[in-house]
């Protein structure tokens, strides 16, 4: 069937509350007007509203009592109304959420489900643009994934609820409208596992969420100009899927990593890193990085500038090239 | 003030006749015929500039407009009961404030626009620019009215925020702060019912003004729709910040009449049923009413507002046209203070990519070691 990436989350969703009866939704305005990108629509109307439970304005508290819904079985699914509205909640994810399992010498599990619309793309308001992955990729205890594509959107969401560990599931927001064919009965690939999407011979781009689609584009302009790139779907951000990096660069010798986060310590260095000591005899140039820059995300005027293009990840592509 | 929220305040009715409300009468015994009228026209005139912002959106001249109509009286009073040297703190709907505190009406679109993150200098008119994290400038006001106590300064600080606001953790702890150091700081809650999809019910089993007595600050609900209510009510309110009295805090009944936001659709939440009830109590209606009772209403003082109100519009639309896309390196502008290397470095870097020198774009690129 072809589908929205918003609708395929929304199939996914209640696919997991059908399976599971402890599988509950929390958030702001997620009930009758389904989210402010329609992602929960029509869930409140068919599973009830202890089901899906519109909340206070209020993501401390929404994560908050999601643990300790969590401490008493349920499975809850929380939605961040947009990337920049974690923050208030960032210490019940960090201190609470995270750490559970470890502090209680594995007694105690929460698997919570937190759904993050991030990244640019859509010329939003402050705050409605961050890319704070990292953040969450650097706390030990979570899970952070997100998918590219309507497909994914499907099944990862449902591998996520069922997962025992917390997860940030962030849902690149510029790609809610994307429309693909979905299989609903399709196998899934596992939770952790990246995707090679464009197989080439010449040079890997990872990309993840967001940019996933710029780097297919950037690929499919340098195989016209004669270069064979292959383009990786990282889809988890922790645990990063590295034998599967390491197989296309032992093939191809270049890695670019792109990512909507600013470049400074972000999750294209960690990648450069591991591969670094991975393939050190494979690389015929040094990884390169294509990212946002190190500013606050910019007005919407200026925030083309500021998102990687396929055009600068191909100037990356060449610069790797000629090394 | 004491806590009041069984009546909310109110010193105009529907049909335009006043009260007889003693003590709030005599907050506003000075407020004589040209402060009525003028109080008239700026709900009008600012009233224009919402439906010109909202046009201008419709239009695709603005990215996004959060609408105020509706919320006039409750901004348009409260923002006369300030001086110049009191302090605003806003979220993102307060555009009737920030032109009555003397917002250029050339400024209020900016941000709305995309060209930058801010509309005004937030010192030239002593109110901050849009806030869009609900809840959090109930803090910052908190600590700037601290801060002008310790100064010795006899100011009032107003925090505005929403009923949806009033669920965040940071607001309980602007109370909590507020009423321990007893900082002269002025809560004003516009509940406007709806936090988006939200009616008001999910965030409060009380009326939000009753919180506050909770913490040891005086409350009171106020008719949000009646311009002499709500400058009463704060006036009292600002008075007893500047006179050592403590924090306040207010809640204004109002109502939001259009959609949370332009990307907003309220018929998926709400009757039209309510939004007309809503319509019946309209500011401005009502202020007009009351002239009309008083003999300070005639079609050549509606023609003047009018025009006036068309001239105004005229500015916002025309500045709002104008405004050109910022420059690319304005990307790497002020993330700083102080010079810092990497912006440095990636502002020459995207400068050279852009004029599209192949060299110079390549000299140090990310993450190649030097
Ligand atoms: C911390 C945070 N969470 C969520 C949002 C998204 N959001 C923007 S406005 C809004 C509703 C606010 O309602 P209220 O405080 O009543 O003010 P109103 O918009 O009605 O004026 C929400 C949920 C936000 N801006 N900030």
């Given at each position: 069937?072809i589908?929205?990436?918003?609708?395929?989350?929304?199939?996914?969703?209640r696919?997991a509350m059908?399976?599971d009866?402890k599988?509950?939704?929390?958030?702001?305005d997620i009930?009758?007007?389904?989210?402010?990108f329609?992602?929960?629509?029509t869930l409140?109307?068919?599973?009830?509203?202890?089901r899906?439970?519109?909340?206070?304005l209020?993501?401390s508290g929404i994560v908050?009592?999601a643990f300790?819904?969590?401490?008493?079985?349920?499975?809850?699914?929380?939605?961040i109304?947009?990337d920049?509205?974690v923050?208030?909640?960032?210490?019940?994810i960090?201190s609470?959420?995270?750490?559970?399992h470890?502090?209680t010498?594995?007694?105690?599990l929460?698997?919570?489900t937190?759904r993050?619309?991030f990244g640019?793309?859509?010329?939003?308001?402050?705050?409605h643009s961050?890319?704070?992955e990292?953040y969450f990729?650097?706390t030990?205890?979570l899970?952070?994934?997100t998918?590219?594509?309507?497909?994914?959107?499907?099944s990862m969401?449902?591998?996520?609820?069922?997962?025992?560990?917390p997860v940030i599931?962030?849902?690149?927001?510029?790609r809610y409208?994307d429309k693909a064919e979905?299989d609903?009965?399709?196998?899934?690939?596992?939770l952790?596992r990246?995707?090679?999407?464009?197989?080439?011979a010449?040079a890997?781009?990872?990309a993840?969420?967001g940019?996933?689609a710029?780097?297919?584009t950037?690929a499919?302009?340098?195989?016209e100009?004669?270069h064979s790139?292959?383009?990786?779907?990282?889809?988890?951000?922790s645990?990063?899927?590295?034998?599967t990096i390491e197989?296309s660069?032992?093939?191809?010798?270049r890695?670019?990593v792109?990512h909507?986060?600013?470049?400074?310590?972000?999750?294209?260095?960690e990648?450069a890193?591991?591969?670094?000591e991975r393939?050190?005899?494979y690389?015929e140039?040094?990884v390169?990085?294509?990212?946002?820059f190190?500013?606050?995300y910019?007005?919407a005027?200026l925030e083309?500038?500021h998102?990687?293009?396929?055009?600068r990840?191909?100037?990356a592509?060449d610069r790797?090239l000629?090394? | 003030?004491?806590n009041?929220?069984?009546?909310?305040?109110?010193?105009?009715?529907?049909?335009?006749?006043?009260?007889?409300?003693r003590?709030?009468?005599?907050?506003?015994?000075?407020?004589?015929p040209?402060?009525?009228r003028a109080?008239?026209?700026?709900?009008?005139?600012t009233r224009?500039?919402?439906t010109?912002?909202?046009?201008?959106?419709?239009?695709?001249q603005l990215g996004?407009w959060?609408p105020?109509?509706g919320?006039?009286?409750?901004q348009?009073?409260?923002a006369?009961?300030l001086?110049p040297?009191?302090?605003?703190f806003?979220s993102?709907r307060?555009?009737?404030v920030?032109y009555?505190?003397g917002?250029?009406p050339?400024?209020i679109?900016?941000?709305?626009?995309?060209?930058a993150?801010?509309?005004?200098?937030?010192h030239a008119v002593?109110?901050?620019?849009?806030n869009i994290?609900?809840?959090?400038?109930?803090?910052?006001?908190?600590?700037y009215a601290?801060?002008a106590?310790?100064?010795?300064t006899?100011?009032?600080t107003i925090?505005y925020f929403?009923?949806?606001?009033s669920?965040?953790?940071?607001l309980a702890?602007a109370?909590?702060?507020?009423a321990?150091?007893?900082a002269p700081?002025?809560?004003?809650?516009?509940?406007?019912?709806?936090?988006i999809?939200?009616p008001?019910?999910i965030?409060s089993?009380t009326?939000?003004?009753?919180?506050a007595y909770?913490?040891?600050i005086?409350?009171?609900?106020?008719d949000?729709?009646?311009?002499?209510?709500?400058?009463a009510?704060?006036?009292?309110?600002?008075?007893r910040?500047?006179t050592g009295?403590?924090p306040?805090?207010i809640?204004?009944?109002?109502?939001r009449?259009g959609?949370?936001?332009?990307?907003d659709d309220?018929?998926r939440?709400?009757?039209a049923?309510?939004?007309?009830?809503?319509a019946?109590r309209?500011?401005?209606?009502?202020?007009?009413k009351l002239?009309?009772r008083?003999?300070?209403?005639?079609?050549t003082?509606?023609r003047?507002?009018g025009a006036?109100?068309?001239?105004?519009a005229?500015?916002?639309?025309t500045?709002?046209?104008?405004m050109?896309?910022p420059?690319?390196?304005?990307?790497?502008d002020?993330v700083?203070a102080?010079?810092?290397?990497l912006i440095t470095q990636e502002?020459?870097?995207?400068?050279?990519?852009l004029a599209?020198?192949?060299d110079?774009?390549?000299?140090?690129?990310?993450?190649?070691?030097?």
């Open positions: 069937m589908t929205t990436f918003a609708a395929a989350l929304n199939a996914g969703l696919r059908d399976d009866p599988v509950v939704l929390m958030g702001e009930g009758r007007l389904g989210g402010v329609r992602v929960t629509d409140q109307k068919d599973f009830g509203d202890n899906v439970i519109d909340t206070p209020a993501e908050g009592t300790g819904m969590a401490l008493r079985g349920y499975r809850p699914v929380c939605e109304q947009f920049g509205f923050y208030p909640a960032f210490d019940q960090v609470h959420v995270a750490k559970i470890y502090r010498q594995g007694k105690v929460a698997p919570i937190i993050i619309p640019g793309g859509i010329g939003s308001v402050e705050h961050e890319s704070p990292v990729a650097h030990a205890g899970r952070v994934v998918p590219s594509n309507p497909a994914d959107a499907y969401i449902r591998q996520a609820i069922m997962l025992d560990d599931f962030f849902e690149p927001k510029r409208w979905v609903f009965d399709a196998e899934a690939l596992p952790d990246a995707r090679v999407c464009v197989s080439g010449d890997t781009i990872v993840y969420g940019t996933v710029s780097a297919i950037a499919k302009i340098a195989a100009e004669g790139v292959e383009v990786i779907d990282l889809r988890s951000l645990p990063i899927d590295f034998d197989a660069v032992t093939k191809t010798g890695l670019i792109t909507e986060a600013p470049v400074f310590a972000g999750l294209g260095a990648i890193a591991r591969i670094t393939c050190f005899y690389l140039a040094p390169l990085r294509v990212g946002g190190d500013i606050p910019p007005p005027k083309k500038h998102l990687p293009d396929p055009d990840i191909l100037a592509v790797s000629a090394a | 003030m004491t009041k929220t069984d009546y909310p305040v109110q010193l105009i009715q529907p049909d335009g006749r006043r009260v007889l409300d003590e709030h009468t005599a907050l506003i015994a000075d407020i004589g040209e402060q009525l109080l008239y026209a700026d709900l009008v005139i224009r500039i919402d010109e912002a909202t046009a201008l959106q419709r239009q695709g996004l959060a105020m109509l919320q006039e009286a409750a348009v009073g409260s006369y009961a001086r040297d009191d302090y605003v806003c993102y307060e555009h009737a920030a009555c505190r917002v250029h050339t400024e679109t900016r941000m709305w626009r995309g060209v993150h801010s509309c005004w200098d937030p002593n109110m901050t620019n849009p994290i609900v809840g959090s400038q109930g803090l910052h006001a908190t600590g601290y801060a106590h310790l100064d010795g006899e100011i009032a925090a929403g009923d949806g606001a669920s965040q953790g940071d702890e109370l909590g702060f507020a321990s150091w007893s700081v002025v809560f004003f809650c516009q509940n406007n019912h709806w936090a999809s939200s008001v019910r965030q089993a009326p939000i003004a009753r919180r909770g913490y040891g005086p409350g009171v609900q106020v949000g729709n009646d311009v002499l209510a709500v400058l009510v704060t006036r009292q309110a600002a008075a910040a500047r009295g403590g306040s805090f809640e204004a009944l109002t109502y009449m959609p949370h936001t332009t990307a309220p018929t939440y709400r009757s049923a309510e939004t007309e009830e809503w019946r309209d500011p401005i209606a009502r202020m007009r002239l009309e008083e003999s300070l209403w005639d079609e003082f509606e003047q507002v006036r109100a068309d001239e105004v005229d500015q916002v639309r500045a709002t046209i104008d050109p896309d420059a690319p390196t304005q990307l790497f002020h700083y102080t010079p810092h290397p502002r020459s870097e995207y400068a050279a990519y599209g020198d192949p110079e774009a390549t000299a140090r690129p990310e993450g190649v070691p030097t």
